[in-house]
């Protein structure tokens, strides 16, 4: 069974800097599409940054310059590196892994429990 276990997450003020982690169990981080999304309040689920099997990274518009992903296959862990947050990055945030970067919305993908982030003054 695959479960995806995300920490990291808190409140920052806007200008600054949090690094979500994604520890994975029961699947290999270095074999999977393993990607962030974020859902706030109102608002459907989005994709914000995703890292393929083979080590591609895509980046939302909203966040490009700003964030990072990253794949430590040792730890068998995925990370997310946010930099200059701003009010709307204010969300929670979802770790996911799935077969191909195509199937991170099927029956096929996992979810971990999401962590929140709250960038505000």
């Known amino acids: 069974q695959v479960q995806l276990v995300e920490s990291g997450g808190g409140l920052v003020q806007p200008g600054g800097s949090l690094t979500l982690s994604c520890a994975a169990s029961?699947?290999?981080?270095?074999?999977?599409?393993m990607s962030w999304y974020r859902q706030a309040p109102g608002k459907q689920r989005e994709l914000v940054a995703i890292?393929?099997?083979?080590?591609?990274?895509n980046y939302a518009d909203s966040v490009k310059g700003r964030f990072t992903i990253s794949r430590d296959n040792a730890k068998n862990s995925v990370y997310l590196q946010m930099n200059n947050l701003k009010p709307e990055d204010t969300a929670v945030y979802y770790c996911?892994?799935?077969?191909?970067?195509?199937?991170?919305?099927?029956?096929?993908?996992?979810w971990g429990q999401g962590t929140q982030v709250t960038v505000s003054s």
């Open positions: 996911n892994a799935a077969p191909s970067r195509i199937a991170t919305m099927s029956p096929f993908a996992s």
């Open positions: 029961g699947t290999t981080v270095s074999t999977n599409a």
């Open positions: 890292v393929t099997s083979g080590g591609n990274t």
